[in-house]
C-alpha cells in the first residue's frame, strides 16, 4: 500500500512539471489579431489533440477536477453543487459515486458536456474533449438537458449551490428569452472560457452546428467566425471579464494538456478574448432627456423620459431615488412606476442609461417630485363590531341571510358570509348586503375601493353594484343597480371545497358621483351551486375636491392677490396656521406647518392655484392668482 501511494504522489508530481505551457506554444499567433488569431489558435489547439475514449474522462477526473480549493478534502470538484463560501450540501468521492442511476440530487455524479453533445451529435472528437466535460451531480446535469447557458429571472428550478433553470434576463437588444440554464458566479468565467475554445477548436466545423436544436439556435449564430449570437457572446465577455482565470482552471487545463495534449489559450492568454472578438465597448451612452412625471398620489409617480443612444445599443435604464438606485429596467421602456412613497414628501429622481458593457451614461435632468396628501378615508367597515356594522343584510328569496360573523374573515378577523346551501339542501336565494346609508361623493376625486374576499364551494356569483335611487322602504330590486366598474369577481371552481381569496385594491370608482349604495348581490335563483361567500375590510377612499369644496369655516385674507413671488396671509388671530398649494388638477405643490404669513411662491409659475389654509382646527380654500 505504501509503495502504491508513493507511486501515485510521483505520478502527480511528473504530470504537475510536465503540463506547463511549452515554450514557443503559442509563437506564431504572435502580432495576430480579430479572427486570423483565432483561426491560428484553432490550428495550434489541433495539432497534438489526440482524442481520448469516453471510458477515460472517468480517469482523468482523478486529477482534473478534485477540490484542492474550496473544502479542500480531495472530493470531486462539482461546479453544480460547489459553495465557494460554505459547506456543500452534499460531496462525492471519486469512482465509487459514478452514476449509475439517479433520481434526486447527490445521488450520484456523471460527466456533462457544457457545450451539449445533442448540439454536434455526439460526434468525436468532441464528444470526448475533456475542456467543456466536468464531472456534476446527475440530476442536476439531467436539469440542464441542452438549454443554453444564460442569466435566469424567474428561476423553475434551482440546485443546491444556486445553480438555475428558468427564463433568460440578460440585457441585451433581442435577446435569446427562452429556457436557460445559469450556473453560479464562480464558474461562469469558467465556463465562458470553455465557450470560446470550443468556438476556436472546432471552428471548421462549429458553423454547421447551429440548426442542431433550440438550445443551439439560441447560442450559435451559424458562422465559423463571430460563432455566437450577439446576446450570447456579449454575455460570455461579461462572465469571461467578471470572473478572471482562477488557479483551478490553470490546474485543470494542465490536465487537460496531459489527456488530450492541446490546451485552452482563453485560460493561458485571458487577453485572446478582447483581441480575437474585439475589445469591449468603452463608449458610454447618451444621458436620458426630458425627465418627467404624471399620475402623481400620495403614494406614487410614474417617471417617463426620451430614450438615450448608443453605438452598439442601449440594454437599460437605471433610475435613482434621492441618490440611491431603486429598479433598473429593460431599455424597451422608457417609463417606470415608483411606489411605496410616503405622503406629503418630496423625492429626487434622476434616470442613466446602461450598455451591454456596462457602461453608464451621466444623468438625466433632475425632477424634483412632492408627493400629495394621504387618500382621505370616505367609508370604512372591518365588520368586528357586529353590533355596529354600516351594512345591512336585506333578503327577497329563501330563508337563509347574510350573517355576520366574529371570525373568519381577514386575518380571522370579523366578516360578512352567504351560503344558500345548509343541512344538506340548496335553496334558491336572491340575498343582499347593502350599505345602511347613502355614501356621498359629490366632494372627491380620484375615489377608489378595496375589500376582501373569500369562496368555497360551489359557482355562484358574487356581484359588487351600486344605486343612486335606492330607498330601503322598497325591495332593492325595485332600484336601478349598476356594476361596479373596473370590477369584475372571479367564480369559484364548481366541485372544489378549496377556500380561494380574493383581495381588490384600488379599484376606480371615479366615475361614481352623488349619494351612492353599495351592495353586494348574492343571487342562485337559476340554480348555481351555491358558493359560501365571505366579504371583509370594504374601503372607500379619495381625494377632496377643492374646486368644488364649499367649507368656509375659517376667516382669512390673501393680499396682494395676484401676487408676484410673494403674498401674505391675514388671520383674525394671531393663531399659527399651515397652509397648502394645489394646481387646478388637485396636485399638491407646495405646504409648510406653522407657516409665517409671509410667503414665497417664486418656484411656481403663472397662473390659478387654491390655497388651503388650516387653523385651530379650521380649514377654508380660496383661489389665488400669481402673475
Request: net charge negative; hydrophobic share 35%.
Amino acid at each position: 500500500m505504501k509503495k502504491s501511494l508513493l507511486l501515485f504522489a510521483l505520478t502527480i508530481c511528473a504530470f504537475v512539471v510536465k503540463a506547463q505551457v511549452p515554450a514557443g506554444y503559442y509563437n506564431s499567433a504572435q502580432g495576430l489579431t480579430g479572427y486570423t488569431l483565432k483561426s491560428e489558435l484553432s490550428t495550434i489547439i489541433t495539432n497534438g489533440h489526440t482524442a481520448q475514449s469516453y471510458g477515460a474522462l472517468w480517469t482523468v477526473y482523478y486529477t482534473s477536477d478534485v477540490d484542492n480549493y474550496y473544502e479542500n478534502d480531495g472530493t470531486v470538484l462539482d461546479i453544480y453543487s460547489e459553495k465557494p463560501n460554505a459547506t456543500d450540501a452534499y460531496n462525492y468521492t471519486l469512482g465509487s459515486d459514478q452514476c449509475g442511476n439517479y433520481q434526486n440530487e447527490s445521488d450520484c455524479y456523471n460527466r456533462e458536456h457544457s457545450f451539449p453533445k445533442s448540439w454536434f451529435n455526439d460526434a468525436s472528437p468532441m464528444v470526448t474533449d475533456m475542456h467543456h466535460i466536468f464531472p456534476t451531480d446527475g440530476k442536476v446535469n439531467s436539469e440542464r438537458s441542452n438549454f443554453p447557458y444564460g442569466e435566469v429571472g424567474n428561476a423553475s428550478w434551482t440546485s443546491t449551490n444556486g445553480t438555475k433553470k428558468g427564463n433568460n434576463n440578460y440585457n441585451f437588444p433581442n435577446a435569446y428569452n427562452g429556457t436557460v440554464f445559469e450556473p453560479i458566479d464562480e464558474f461562469k468565467g469558467d465556463l465562458a472560457r470553455v465557450y470560446f475554445y470550443m468556438a476556436t477548436r472546432y471552428e471548421n466545423q462549429i458553423s454547421g452546428w447551429e440548426t442542431s436544436n433550440a438550445g443551439s439556435d439560441a447560442t450559435l449564430n451559424g458562422t465559423s467566425n463571430q460563432v455566437f449570437e450577439d446576446w450570447m457572446l456579449a454575455m460570455l465577455i461579461d462572465w469571461h471579464n467578471a470572473d478572471p482565470v482562477s488557479q483551478k482552471e490553470i490546474d485543470r487545463n494542465n490536465a487537460a494538456y496531459t489527456f488530450q495534449g492541446n490546451r485552452n489559450p482563453y485560460v493561458d492568454n485571458p487577453q485572446y478574448v478582447a483581441q480575437v472578438w474585439g475589445t469591449p465597448d468603452t463608449q458610454a451612452p447618451t444621458a436620458p432627456t426630458n425627465l418627467n412625471y404624471n399620475s402623481l398620489t400620495d403614494s406614487s409617480v410614474n417617471l417617463n423620459w426620451n430614450a438615450a443612444t448608443d453605438n452598439v445599443g442601449v440594454v437599460s435604464y437605471l433610475i435613482e431615488q434621492d441618490g440611491v438606485e431603486v429598479a433598473t429596467i429593460s431599455a424597451t421602456n422608457t417609463t417606470y412606476l415608483v411606489s411605496n412613497l410616503s405622503p406629503e414628501t418630496t423625492y429626487d429622481f434622476e434616470v442613466f442609461a446602461l450598455d451591454a458593457y456596462g457602461n453608464i451614461s451621466s444623468a438625466s435632468n433632475l425632477v424634483t417630485v412632492t408627493t400629495l396628501e394621504a387618500a382621505e378615508v370616505i367609508f370604512s367597515e372591518d365588520f368586528n363590531d357586529c353590533q355596529n356594522v354600516q351594512f345591512t343584510p336585506v333578503s327577497e328569496l329563501s330563508t337563509q341571510d347574510w350573517q355576520c360573523q366574529i371570525e373568519f374573515g381577514e386575518d380571522n378577523t370579523g366578516c360578512f358570509q352567504m351560503n344558500s346551501y345548509s343541512q344538506g339542501n340548496q335553496v334558491p336565494s336572491i340575498d343582499w348586503l347593502i350599505t345602511t346609508n347613502s355614501i356621498d361623493l359629490a366632494n372627491y376625486t380620484q375615489e377608489s375601493l378595496s375589500f376582501y374576499t373569500v369562496a368555497a364551494y360551489g359557482n355562484s356569483e358574487l356581484q359588487l353594484l351600486y344605486s343612486t335611487d335606492y330607498n330601503a322602504a322598497n325591495a332593492p330590486s325595485n332600484a336601478t343597480w349598476t356594476a361596479v366598474p373596473n370590477l369584475t369577481i372571479p367564480q369559484h371552481p364548481s366541485g372544489n371545497a378549496n377556500e380561494i381569496v380574493f383581495e381588490f385594491n384600488d379599484i376606480d370608482i371615479s366615475s361614481i358621483s352623488g349619494n351612492v349604495y353599495f351592495a353586494f348581490k348574492y343571487d342562485t335563483s337559476n340554480g348555481e351551486q351555491a358558493t359560501r361567500w365571505t366579504v371583509d375590510s370594504f374601503l372607500i377612499e379619495g381625494e377632496q375636491n377643492l374646486s368644488t369644496s364649499t367649507e368656509q369655516q375659517l376667516a382669512f385674507s390673501i393680499y396682494p392677490n395676484p401676487s408676484q413671488g410673494r403674498f401674505n396671509i391675514s388671520l383674525p388671530s394671531k393663531a399659527e396656521f399651515s397652509y397648502a398649494i394645489y394646481d387646478l388638477n388637485g396636485r399638491l405643490l407646495q405646504k409648510k406647518e406653522k407657516s409665517t404669513t409671509q410667503i414665497s411662491v417664486e418656484n411656481l409659475a403663472s397662473g390659478l392655484y387654491l390655497l388651503r389654509v388650516s387653523s385651530a382646527g379650521k380649514t377654508a380654500t380660496k383661489k389665488l392668482i400669481i402673475e
